[in-house]
Nanobody, 124 residues
Framework: QVQLVESGGGLVQAGGSLRLSCVAS????????MGWFRQAPGKDREFVAT????????YYGDSVKGRFTISRDNAKSTVYLQMDSLKPEDTAVYYC?????????????????WGQGTQVTVSS
């Protein structure tokens, strides 16, 4: 069992930045790929970014490419999502997720563990 705790959400103006963090209660954190997803009211959960176990491979959703950066610190069992140039359409609950393998994935069903989510609101 892996517990994931997100933090760093909040209210920001358009064009601003936020950094989300997700701490995992797991040893050998480098054995798991991590992902960030988001869900706006009335919409399906959307893939945002993913990073491989050793941090070598990353992949981003088209809507955030060039604005968001995913990274990880395996010594701290933590994954980050740096969000720059935020837009009102980025408003959503952001979820951290962990896979049981080191390989990245963009699909929600391939993630085994999920955090409780953190709200990000971008005002225009």
């Amino acid at each position: 069992q892996v517990q994931l705790v997100e933090s760093g959400g909040g209210l920001v103006q358009a064009g601003g930045s936020l950094r989300l963090s997700c701490v995992a209660s797991r040893r050998a954190f480098s054995n798991v790929a991590m992902g960030w997803f988001r869900q706006a009211p009335g919409k399906d959960r959307e893939f945002v970014a993913t990073i491989s176990g050793l941090g070598v491979t990353t992949y981003y959703g088209d809507s955030v490419k060039g604005r968001f950066t995913i990274s990880r610190d395996n010594a701290k069992s933590t994954v980050y999502l740096q969000m720059d140039s935020l837009k009102p359409e980025d408003t959503a609950v952001y979820y951290c997720a962990a896979r049981g393998t080191m390989m990245i994935s963009t699909t929600t069903r391939e993630y085994d563990y999920w955090g409780q989510g953190t709200q990000v609101t971008v005002s225009s």
